[in-house]
């Protein structure tokens, strides 16, 4: 089955690949082909009381036509682009199997064709959901994804890589019947009227998609497994409302995040001592004070007008700044609001830094990098501290496509950029913070940004038409909220979006509400970090490598990095500079150290410019002769000192003055025309006397 959807068709086929899955499904456009299944356990594990949704997606080299490196020649652990991919898939998916499902549930997206032009990303939401859609696991599904890009002003469905290259815009929309269900985006300062606009364009266009996955699920659908939902015993809901209604009104009066904790725990423990002596289960006591908890904020929230610490709607928590805290760095930065904090440090590299990016669109480097972590000391908790997980990976490039619209271009800044945030503290939106705190650390490392970057989280309360926006959320209020809606910009507008719903879905309206509510806590977070610092630094840290940045000869490549890298090697051991050669013939010098980078810049004109009469050249002496000596004066290039032309007085022997290995200053007084060179130690040394 097929639709024109943008610039190709959509192909969705079934029944043909991964027949013993509970569903399976194989989604075409253009060139670009991804199989999704779905499977679900027969039992739920012995104790479960979460819903285990798991997503996995594989880009296997070979749907490129390529073999993977390395020694292994196989794929490994999984990329930062399948994590993101597996993560673009679970959000919108998540809240829409019903509510007390726990049967185990995978879906496995494996790209088996890349055309280089089209992103299989999008193609793996769409096929999770009609995967879903036609098995037999419990899903209120459909929902449809699509890219939308932003060229000359011009919304394009599905832009290929090459347009995404020149959009100012890359937006993925998933939809269903009911409105918005996520966002991701990223922009070059676009404001909330255009980006609306381009929300818009994308929901208009997936009702097609929506239309033909019902179409699709009539024709090829299993019929919906029978499944036992865990439900809590109203008995027991009852007495744990008797119990512990009054008691948590008062817990909720308590001033800081750590004293709540700590009483609900206590009340807790309270609780399943007493129930489980009649008959109750410890766990199922433990959900039902959940679910009382999430009753009596969201209560508070929607009926009495107020929030659990007291703040109006949009009121946005205490903000401190600080910059250059940490002594031997390039840039650092401090940014506490409430009880999150994020510490951000910023190290500026050369060319040889940059992060080489296997991607099935083909091999590119990275010059600039974001690196969120979450350390479990944050939340007041122990944990085993591994790799990142697919959380911090997943906040990590939410910070950094918010910054990189305001990031200098390479030849204006030819730095590769590093930022690590590290989350000290966390109760909402750490990763807001994380781009509060890193904007400030590049201004503090004299990164040329075009403006200060800040951002916000805003959640939802929802009960049938009544919904209430709330501005910089907590933990409490994202846990038992409807949504997670982060939006990040300037002052000129939005460089990011990211909206999790834990809904079926919001409509435009309201959708418009949230963006203009950001806009507003956005310039409110600005001014407070522009009152710690409004501007880049217009010098680099002490700390920081100086690159400058010499023009050669681009036929001198060869002659500059020598035969196997000998001749480059050797300037760098020899002066601890850093040294990048690019095609162009730019040739990017980096060191601490002044002097450092000057002997190198010295010694690679030497190499690459044109013998010069006239000039002065340290020359090292390779052979001696009866009539004077031969000296190097840059690799490749020899001129002959005269004995006439050692020193002032008569030198009978030249090996009694002048010794193999020796250097000393020499001045070219001429070349003749056969390209031989003549040098002269002794006009050198009177150069020098004068």
């Known amino acids: 089955m097929k639709t024109k959807f943008g610039s190709n068709d959509l192909i969705l086929e079934t029944g043909k690949l991964a027949k013993q899955a509970n569903g399976a499904i194989t ?3 253009g060139g670009t082909m991804v199989l999704v299944t779905a499977c679900m356990s027969r039992e739920v594990r012995e104790g479960q009381d979460w819903f285990p949704l798991t997503v996995e997606c594989q880009e296997k080299t070979y749907a490129a036509g390529r073999i993977p490196g390395g020694f292994f020649k196989r794929e490994g652990r999984p990329s930062e682009s399948e994590i993101l991919t597996a993560r673009l898939i679970d959000r919108p998916i998540r809240p829409l199997f019903p509510k007390g499902f726990l049967n185990e549930v995978q879906i496995m997206a494996i790209v088996l064709s890349s055309d280089g032009e089209n992103d299989p990303d999008i193609l793996a939401v769409t096929g999770a959901s009609m995967a879903l859609s036609i098995s037999d696991i419990p899903f209120n599904g459909p929902v449809a994804c699509c890219r ?42 676009l404001s909330e009227e255009v ?47 008797e119990l512990a209604h009054d008691k948590l009104k008062e817990v909720y009066k308590l001033g800081t995040k750590e004293e709540r904790e700590e009483a609900v725990h206590l009340l ?33 929230i929607l009926n009495e007008n107020k929030r659990i610490d007291g703040r109006d709607f949009t009121t946005i928590r205490p903000i401190s700044c600080e910059v250059s805290i940490l002594p031997r760095t390039h840039g650092s930065s401090l940014f506490t609001r409430g009880q999150t904090q994020s510490l951000a440090v910023t190290t500026l590299g050369t060319g040889e830094d940059e992060q080489l990016v296997e991607a099935l669109e083909g091999e590119k480097y990275k010059s600039f990098m974001l690196h969120y972590s979450f350390p479990p000391f944050s939340v007041g908790e122990t944990a085993p501290v591994r790799g990142p997980g697919r959380r911090e990976i997943g906040h990590g490039a939410l910070a950094e496509k918010s910054l990189l619209a305001v990031m200098p271009t390479k030849d204006r800044f030819p730095y590769t950029i590093r930022v690590v945030s590290e989350i000290l503290e966390s109760n909402g939106s750490s990763s807001m913070a994380t781009v509060c705190a890193a904007s ?82 956005r310039f409110f977070v600005l ?16 700390q920081a490598p100086r690159i400058d940045i010499i023009k050669v000869n681009p036929e001198k ?26 095609d162009d013939g730019s040739v990017l010098v980096a060191s601490t150290d002044s002097a450092k980078s000057q002997a190198a810049i010295a010694m690679i004109k030497a190499i690459t410019d044109e013998v ?76 020098n006397q004068k």
Do not use: W
């Open 27 to 29: 989604v075409q456009y």
């Open 148 to 189: 939308v890009g932003r060229v000359d002003s011009q919304f394009i469905l599905n832009p290929t890589y090459a347009q995404l290259e020149v959009s100012d815009l890359d937006l993925v929309v998933v939809a269903n019947d009911k409105g918005v269900v996520m966002l991701e985006s990223k922009c070059k300062e």
């Open 195 to 241: 980006y609306l606009e381009a929300v818009k364009f994308g929901y208009d266009n997936l009702q097609c998609i929506l239309g033909l996955q019902k179409e699709f699920k009539k024709q090829f659908g299993k019929e919906k497994a029978q499944i036992e939902y865990k439900k809590l015993d109203p008995e027991l809901q009852r007495k744990v409302e």
């Open 268 to 300: 807790s423990k309270e609780l399943e001592a007493k129930l489980t002596l009649e008959g109750y289960a410890a766990l199922d006591v433990k959900n039902a004070l959940v679910d009382l908890e999430r009753s009596q904020v969201r209560n508070k």
């Open 440 to 521: 400030l650390s590049l201004m503090d490392a004299g990164v040329p940004i075009k403006g200060a970057v800040g951002g916000v989280a805003l959640g939802l309360i929802k009960e049938g038409s009544k919904a209430v926006i709330l501005t910089d959320i907590t933990g409490l209020e994202d846990h038992f909220g409807d949504m997670d809606f982060k939006v990040a910009g300037t002052k000129e507008g939005v460089c990011a979006v990211q909206m999790d719903l834990k809904i079926d879905g919001i409509d435009l309206d309201l959708l418009s509400k949230c963006i203009y509510q950001a806009k507003d806590g």
């Open 527 to 542: 001014d407070r970090m522009q009152e710690t610092l409004a501007q880049p630094r217009l010098e680099l840290s002490t």
């Open 557 to 582: 490549i060869g002659s500059l990095i020598g035969p196997g890298g000998k001749t480059i090697k050797k300037i760098i051991a020899s002066t601890g500079a850093s040294i990048d050669i690019q």
């Open 612 to 687: 010069e009469v006239g000039r002065i050249y340290t020359g090292k002496v390779k052979r001696i002769m009866p009539f004077g000596a031969f000296c190097e004066i840059a690799p490749g290039k020899e001129g002959l000192v005269h004995v006439s032309e050692i020193s002032a007085t008569f030198v009978k022997n030249v090996e009694s003055v002048v010794k193999i290995g020796d250097e000393f200053k020499v001045k070219v007084i001429g070349i003749d025309e056969l390209g031989r060179i003549n040098l002269s130690k002794k006009q050198a040394e009177d150069n």
